[in-house]
């Protein structure tokens, strides 16, 4: 195992991150904040509690959640693409180092990032609301498959792109619509019996549903379900990336 | 020992574009051997096989004996690629860049080392300097330093000298010479024919995706350079027109050329001279002309 190439990945990544703090944390933490003061304290005030929780709690896990998956995607797909577009990936491709090594280099470093912003959202939504979490374990537990999972999609995403545009067109078309009707912001309990069932098809249904549940203990679905939903996206990632390394596929020509 | 061996290599695209065409090649351990040839002959396709970066379509790479595909983690481990465009990451300290290089190849970090490298590329001084800070030359610099970071037994050049200055030109051929001397096998490909006759042990050529010829530098300059023998006399033509047309010398004004090729005939320049004396014709001069591997070069490509 070439775990050294591993953390030469690794800490490339991290240290490109902290290269460019204001993109990579402070950007993420004001928007949320924003979010914070326009949802939460001047509309949440008008609608009251949602299933038992006051609507700016409430809103707490469907943001970190919202953050978590766009900070992943972006960070891996950029991560891998750039080289890419660069050049330097002749690096990574002459090294001795297996498709599972870079995967693993490229994924954590993507996953380590949406987690410490994950971590700051949540510290710094406590400036502004108390906090309750009911289940500190599986709230991290779930922060880091998320974020791990997310990462390999953007990893995907990275590989396949072949222009900047391409790199944007699934987080800005598919992932930002599917997290806001995905329950940010509003349980799905809240909607119309047809919109609800509409919702359950949704895959982040389940991620913001579970995810809720280690804070407040309510869940619209079944955390089981949940778990299960993230862990067949994830082992289809992987299947996925194996595939792409195994082929080359977009990689090498 | 081979380092390199290539057998029956082919490289097609789905285009139709047949990039390599049955490549057969070996290359000794500590050997410079360069490799001719003009754009699009398939130079760098070939470097990018043999470094895992382009995949073959059939034959066979081995590095030191073993599979390049099966065993690609030991073979990986032995080569070091300057691959022929500058890419590197702008905004990464020079130094940064060669540690990442060598944890990438798995290697113990070793400051000493690379102190060595950053020393013997004159970049030392500009260690913490960000990359995109650099000059061009520079930048190819740091670019064969991140090569020899992981300590390669084989380091591969794709046109390392394109648009550097002739100063530094030289100091590379030094410092490849140096490495040779250290066992470093170099394979490098160039357009600089002067490039390939001041450092390399042997000299491949290819042409369409084929090798032309593969041959050691001295030989392969004897086995098809024309030897040209200019004879500077002090008499008329005329005393000596069955001699020029004998031997087909080509006449200006009091210049007799005599050109020979091995491959085409045998020397007779002996026997030109035995007669021109038998004839009383007084030499004023002899000057011998080999013919330099550009010549050969574009012989070869030009059939």
Sequence with gaps: MNLRGIFAIYHFEMSRMFRTVSQSIASPVLSTALYFIVFGSAIGSKIGNIDGVNYTSFLVPGLIMLTILNQSVSNASFGIYFPKFSGTIYEILSAPISPIEITCGYVLAAASKSVLVGLIILITSAFFIEITILHPFWMLLFLILMSITFSLFGFIIGIWANDFQKIQLIPSFILTPLTFLGGSFYSIGMLPDFWQKLSYVNPIVYLISSFRWSFYGKSDVNVVVSISATLFFLVLCMVFVSWIFKTGYKIKT | MIAIGIKNLNKSYENGL??????????????????????????????????????????????????????????????????????TDSFEKVINTLKFSRGLFNKVPSDEYLSFILKSLNLVTKKNNQIRTLSGGMKRRVMIAKALSHEPKILFLDEPTAGVDVNLRKTLW?????????????????????????????????????????????????????????????????????????????????????????????????????????????????????????EIFLNMVEK
């Design chain 2, 18 to 87: 047949k990039a390599l065409k049955n490549i057969n090649l070996s290359v000794r351990s500590g050997e410079i051997f360069a490799l001719l040839g003009p754009n699009g002959a398939g130079k760098s396709t070939l470097i990018n096989i043999i470094c895992g970066i382009s995949k073959k379509t059939s034959g066979k790479v081995t590095i030191f004996g073993k599979d390049n595909i099966l065993d690609y983690k030991f073979t990986r481990s032995k080569i070091g690629l300057v691959p022929q465009e500058i890419a």
């Design chain 2, 174 to 294: 030094n410092f490849l010479n140096k490495l040779k001397k250290n066992g470093v096998t170099i394979f490098l490909t160039t357009h600089y024919i002067e490039e390939a006759e001041n450092i390399a042990d042997r000299i491949g050529i290819i042409n369409n995706g084929e090798i032309v010829i593969t041959e050691n530098k001295k030989k392969l300059i004897d086995k098809l350079g024309e030897k040209k023998i200019i004879i500077t006399i002090n008499s008329s033509h005329n005393k000596i027109s069955y001699i020029t047309k004998k031997y087909q010398l080509k006449k200006n004004k009091n210049k007799l050329s005599y050109i020979y090729n091995s491959k085409k005939n045998v020397d007779l320049s002996a026997s030109l001279l035995s007669d021109l004396v038998k004839s009383s014709v007084k030499i004023d001069d002899i000057e011998i002309e080999k013919s330099n591997l550009e």
